[in-house]
């Protein structure tokens, strides 16, 4: 099956830095991405969805600012976290559909992130 | 909005047993597709089965399967002989079939199965 690459898997970081995780889908070209956050032993929260070279339409309640997403390619999008705060530690998870694929989420290993 | 209501937060099952996990969703559109991922500890997400809903034979895969009542809004997934490395939080998803929604999916809360030997 086609494969979503997504690194790093684990940053740690000091609070107030910025923190950028990629997102790459490796055998295909991915029109939608996703980005999606997770506490422990909780559900998926989508926080953004993203389309190759337009702006990323964020839900209800993330703030745009701190969570930016590109999505320049057909394979790769980004997540930066900006001025990090314990707070936003968590696992987060991209996902990517096929631009040919109408149903299928394919989605990366996470990345967890550890604010000090 | 549509919502995906997944009423057991753990279950347990015993090796080579079967077992089945619930999942309710509530929508308005006749029209949609219906999920069920799994989500080991590596915390990868892998589809372990989907399902159409105009489609009224339930989805199969393998020891995987599906009981879908689209009237009732009803999706559960059976595992037939258990496996250890089928111990996973299990999630339920709902995906619009309109490009309206951008293909989002919405999961449910998530079932921990556990396996035991």
């Known amino acids: 099956g086609a494969v979503v690459s997504q690194h790093p898997s684990w940053v740690i970081c000091k609070s107030g830095t910025s923190v950028k995780i990629e997102c790459r889908s490796l055998?295909?070209?991915?029109?939608?991405m996703f980005w999606y956050r997770q506490f422990p032993k909780q559900s998926l929260m989508l926080m953004a969805t993203?389309?190759?070279?337009?702006?990323?339409?964020?839900e209800q309640g993330v703030e745009k600012d701190k969570f930016l997403i590109n999505h320049a390619s057909l394979t790769l999008s980004t997540l930066t976290v900006t001025s990090a705060h314990p707070e936003d530690s968590s696992f987060y998870i991209c996902?990517?559909?096929?631009?040919?694929?109408?149903?299928?989420?394919?989605f990366g290993a996470g990345t967890r992130l550890s604010v000090l | 909005a549509q919502t995906v209501t997944q009423s057991q937060p753990e279950m347990s099952v015993q090796e080579a047993e079967t077992v089945t996990l619930s999942c309710t969703y509530d929508?308005?559109?006749?029209?949609?597709?219906l999920f069920w991922y799994k989500q080991p500890p590596s915390r990868q997400m892998i589809l372990v089965i989907r399902?159409?809903?105009?489609?009224?034979q339930n989805a199969t895969e393998n020891r995987f399967s599906v009981n879908f009542q689209k009237a009732a809004k009803s999706f559960s997934l059976k595992i037939s002989d258990s496996q250890l490395g089928d111990a996973a939080m299990y999630f339920c998803?709902?995906?619009?079939?309109?490009?309206?929604?951008?293909?989002?999916?919405?999961f449910g809360d998530g079932t921990t199965l556990t396996v035991k030997p």
């Open positions: 996902s990517a559909r096929d631009g040919r694929e109408r149903v299928i989420q394919y």
């Open positions: 055998d295909f070209q991915a029109t939608t």
């Open positions: 993203s389309n190759e070279g337009s702006k990323a339409t964020y």
């Open positions: 929508t308005s559109e006749s029209d949609y597709y």
């Open positions: 399902q159409e809903a105009y489609k009224q």
């Open positions: 998803a709902y995906r619009s079939y309109h490009n309206t929604n951008a293909g989002k999916s919405t």
